[in-house]
């Protein structure tokens, strides 16, 4: 069954997936980017990275199972929001998380950061990221 979404901080929606393996979350996932009419994403293997650098830096190597970030970008939203105002290039691209925990190994947690715009660009971006987690949660045969 599909979690509701709840708030990590105050800009940072979380949407949890159970139970799942993150294999399939992620192909899920991959496919509601394809569902959407978006290119793929550039992969940022996070969890991996935090575990390379944990001796050198100092930090815990274990927060995460597995933690990949997912950047893209929408013509249409980046159309839109560089119309309103062309300094929002800087929240371009958006990127959604996607994560485990080592305590919860078949949950799998979709995180996003949604533009703060109160406009109807912002509006049409926090609609796609909404669908796409929508749709990760469709696509992997959770009920919502």
Known sequence: MAGTGTRAADDI????LHPLAYADARAA???AFVDEGLAPPAVSPFGDMLVR???DLGHRADFYGEAEIFSFCSAQVSGRMIAEDVR???????TVALYTLPSQPRTVFL?????A????AGEFARALLRRITG???D???LTQ
């Not at 929002?88 to 958006?94: D, E, G």
């Open 13 to 16: 929606v979380v949407r949890e």
């Open 88 to 94: 929002n290039i800087a929240l371009c691209p958006m």
């Open 139 to 141: 696509n992997a045969g």
């Open 135 to 137: 749709r990760t949660a």
């Open 29 to 31: 996932l991959l496919d």
């Open 111 to 115: 995180a996003t950061r949604p533009p």
């Open 53 to 55: 650098t944990a001796p």
């Open 117 to 120: 715009l109160k406009s109807p």
